[in-house]
DNA sequence: TACCACATTGACGCGAACGTCAACGTTCAG
DNA sequence: CTGAACGTTGACGTTCGCGTCAATGTGGTA
């Protein structure tokens, strides 16, 4: 390691790699597919990847993995995203009023559709997890029934609730 | 069509597909899988979709579209769960008893199991939710912020709930 | 200055999940 | 009994999302 007071800002692809749970070979792949803008690099070439680049990176993961996304619908909606950043940036009256409001209208469209997929899913979900927990109550019946013998019960599913984990 | 007479309960690979929404490639080729057990077929040799087998093949959906798995991982599953199907069709006490329950304890894990990753899906689908709907508060302030016009808003997310809906 | 872990760019490979012909058989209305 | 619609089995093709070399360069430590 470079350098190991505590936090260091920029990480070569390695370490960004295992910090992401991804491997190399994917971040270099969601670079040369548009999904990541080219990171800083080091004199000799080395990826530097800043604290933003990983915060996008981990909502590519969470579009692809949790809503399903393909890697280019992904870059879809990053892109009209990427609104927000050419926000921050200082950008000033130069580029028409109008067209910022376009794209922000845009951008605003994006994420709402993101979220009504988010409730329509997290809806079947809901209701997956009540078939599911149906037929947990039919097999422990089952297994009572036709086990004369006694067995403490360990985990069952309670009716609402939700776990929350990282990692 | 062949008739016309509200439902009939047998569907052949077109309407199946169809009404699964997916193609007829893809039935057979869950067929050949293993992830569908043959269906019964005409004398001719077409494929008959029991209710039965649209119900799998429904489940089938929901755990690739809503929660990701794999077709070998499904197949797993549904392997597991069979043995709800090898208790409706008559079991009598040929086979061990041990065995049966040994089979139900296998069925409820993997059960619990899917239960357990939809509520991490869930809860992870709704911080993200959060945050989403954050920036379009954020889209908000500033489309209103730079421009002066009036707009009336159409539909902005509220709090908490969910929307259901099938097709 | 030498070493070694780490990185870089190609390029080819690969499994999953189907798509897409082609050649041929089946059903059924007319 | 004929024709159009529908289905069957191969078999090869395709896209996505990376994995896996290979040859080469970099960067910090000893």
Redesign the pocket.
């Known amino acids: 390691m470079?350098?190991s007071t505590s936090q260091e800002r920029f990480l070569?692809?390695?370490?960004a790699a295992e910090r992401a749970q991804?491997?190399?070979?994917?971040l270099?792949?969601y670079e040369e597919?548009g999904l990541l803008a080219p990171p800083t690099?080091?004199?000799?070439?080395?990826?530097l990847y800043s604290p933003e680049d990983m915060e996008r990176i981990e909502r590519i993961r969470q579009l692809?993995e949790l809503l399903g996304f393909?890697?280019?619908e992904i870059k879809e909606m990053l892109d009209a995203e990427d609104v927000r950043l050419q926000i921050r940036a200082g950008w000033r009256a130069d580029a028409d009023a109008a067209e910022k409001a376009e794209k922000l209208r845009r951008a605003r469209e994006v994420t709402l559709h993101q979220i009504q997929l988010i409730d329509q899913k997290m809806a079947k979900m809901a209701s997956m997890r009540d078939e599911l927990a149906e037929r947990i109550r039919k097999y422990d019946e089952w297994l009572l029934k036709h086990s004369e013998a006694a067995a403490a019960n360990a985990d069952a599913p309670q009716g609402e609730g939700t776990a929350a984990a990282s990692s």
């Open positions: 470079t350098d070569q692809i390695g370490e991804l491997t190399q070979r994917t270099r792949y597919k690099r080091m004199e000799g070439g080395f990826r692809k393909s890697l280019a």
